[in-house]
């Protein structure tokens, strides 16, 4: 049977739960285990796929096409494994399974209730992600913290588990804050105290205490919440803030929280393999070079939004030996007067995804500054789209070109609208999503960034280069360099003449690792160092 660790938050929300989660799950993966992460989140919504960037960050989509919560990117990049839809539970996703049943007549005519039925579905989930692939541990993450009104059907699920699966087989991780407070910044235990005090109200004991802190805590701290929580003193484990996310799993090595782990749930203790992930990190703190990436967006006063794309240009920094600093400028605030200025600190460019009309021009913008000022450019899905219609109205003389998502009425619909989604009404889990093949034209800049002439990516989208305009766009210089197999859908565009500019319908920034940098976002760093030098001549 797999073993399963299931990871609650105390006191605040944001604590960093899903570090913890997936920087034990490294931790796991060092030392030979495989294994597969979930998280479960208490909000109704079905998936996160009809959220608003600004409240809950980013969309992560997965190999199959589910629009999951942003920490499973997190799982995903410090594991580095591919999870499915099973690794997202929502409390909507729970209610409209056991409603589909019941409307079945498959409870046999029960009256159907919070306990069993709806605890019972979500410990199936959690057995579920055990199997499909196989895995020796399972890392649950319950989102929120501990008294939300809307988790307590989770709580209760996770303290059933242990009863079903044997206190052998599972173990509680509580994360919690230790804040500072007072002109002294003095170390506070009381809100740990009080949050383990209404899980245990909630009938689950914490086997392990993370304390999130700015500061050292100090010996007499520890033996207090050793002694009030009723944890183990070596159970206790700091979490201080470190440089980058990708430093807490050595913290956690140094303190133990690994060992502590295995011996509780009696696996075999083996000797890890951290030389790897001491390398990346090494890296990230003491690069040889630097380099400036402006990132055109509309979410940009929120870190949470684009975090992909942050941590794959980080990556790509990695994989080159350089620090990327990232310029996260707002689409809405570039001008015909202010882009050049606002845009010329940058050694390379990026336009992200995104949906809707606010911001469009000023993106389009940024695309025409980097075409024409030779600046190394990656579209990342809307950002294909942009190019499209800057070259369509700049190179190719269209000036009326637009996508129909921004004018339904345009005269020349350089993008349009997928066949497949004209007649789609729902918003949710409705898209093109998932991993998808894309066929790589030979001698491209694209087959010589991947070294391969096809790939499976990433999507999320609705609109689609118009096949109408294909061979103007390629008479005047802009390639379709990925197309998909049935040569029906432009995947890749690239501007042979240009030292790289490059842009692609999917999302490659999810499929992206610390120590397996995406080859665009690693190209572009290159590109990025290459264009700093002609700069400093």
């Not at 998280?39 to 989509?61: C, R």
């Not at 500019?501 to 995406?518: D, L």
Request: with cysteine; hydrophobic share 35%; aromatic share 6%.
């Amino acid at each position: 049977m797999a073993k399963f660790i299931f990871v609650t938050g105390g006191v605040v929300s944001s604590v960093g739960k899903g570090i913890t989660t997936a920087s034990l799950g490294r931790l796991l993966r060092n030392r030979g285990f495989t294994v597969t992460v979930q998280k479960l989140d208490p909000y109704i919504n079905v998936d996160a796929g009809t959220m608003n960037p600004y409240q809950h960050g980013e969309v992560f989509v997965t190999e199959d096409g589910a629009e999951t919560d942003l920490d499973l990117g997190h799982y995903e990049r410090f594991i580095d494994v591919n999870l499915t839809r099973h690794s997202s539970v929502t409390t909507g996703s729970v209610y409209s399974e056991v409603i589909a049943k019941e409307r079945k007549g498959e409870y046999l005519g029960g009256c159907v209730q919070m306990i069993p039925h709806i605890t019972n579905e979500i410990k199936e989930r959690i057995l579920r992600v055990a199997v499909d692939p196989p895995a020796d541990v399972v890392i649950a993450e319950i989102g929120g913290t501990v008294g939300d009104i809307e988790g307590q059907i989770f709580i209760e699920a996770i303290r059933q588990f242990r009863k079903d699966a044997g206190p052998g087989n599972t173990l509680y991780v509580h994360v919690t804050l230790i804040p500072e407070v007072g002109p002294w910044n003095e170390l506070k235990t009381k809100p740990t105290q009080h949050s383990v005090i209404k899980l245990r109200e909630m009938g689950i004991q914490p086997d392990v205490l993370i304390c999130r802190s700015n500061h050292p805590m100090s010996e007499e701290m520890r033996d207090k919440l050793s002694l009030f929580c009723d944890v183990q003193r070596e159970a206790v484990i700091e979490s201080r803030n470190a440089d980058t996310i990708y430093e807490v799993p050595l913290r956690y090595e140094e303190m133990g929280l690994a060992d502590l782990v295995v011996t509780r749930l009696g696996l075999a203790r083996t000797a890890p393999d951290m030389a790897e992930w001491q390398g990346i990190v090494d890296r990230i703190k003491r690069p040889s070079r630097r380099v400036t990436v402006a990132a055109v967006g509309k979410y940009t006063d929120n870190g949470d939004a684009y975090i992909s794309i942050g941590e794959a240009l980080k990556h790509g920094g990695i994989a080159n030996d350089c620090h990327v600093e990232i310029d996260w400028v707002d689409s809405e605030e570039l001008t015909e007067d202010n882009c050049a200025e606002r845009l010329s600190r940058a050694d390379a460019i990026v336009v992200p995804g995104g949906f809707g009309h606010r911001g469009i021009e000023g993106k389009i913008l940024a695309v025409q500054y980097a075409r024409e000022s030779r600046v190394p450019y990656l579209g990342l899905c809307l950002g294909l789209q942009m190019a499209v219609i800057e070259f369509a109205r700049n190179v190719c003389g269209l000036k009326a070109a637009n996508s129909e998502e921004m004018d339904p009425a345009t005269q020349h619909p350089v993008i349009h609208i997928l066949p497949e989604q004209r007649n789609v009404t729902d918003k949710g889990a409705s898209m093109r999503l998932g991993a998808y093949r894309c066929q790589i034209v030979g001698g491209t800049l694209a087959e010589r960034l991947y070294g391969d002439s096809h790939v499976y990516e990433r999507h999320r989208h609705r609109y689609e280069v118009n096949n109408d305009y294909r061979d103007t766009l390629n008479r005047n210089g802009m390639m379709c360099s990925g197309i998909s197999p049935d040569y029906r859908l432009v995947e890749i565009i690239e501007i042979p003449s240009h030292p790289f500019f490059i842009a692609t319908q999917f999302h490659p920034e999810f499929k992206s690792r610390p120590n397996r940098a995406h080859p665009l976002f690693r190209g572009l760093v290159e590109a990025a160092l290459k264009a700093q030098a002609v700069k400093d001549q």
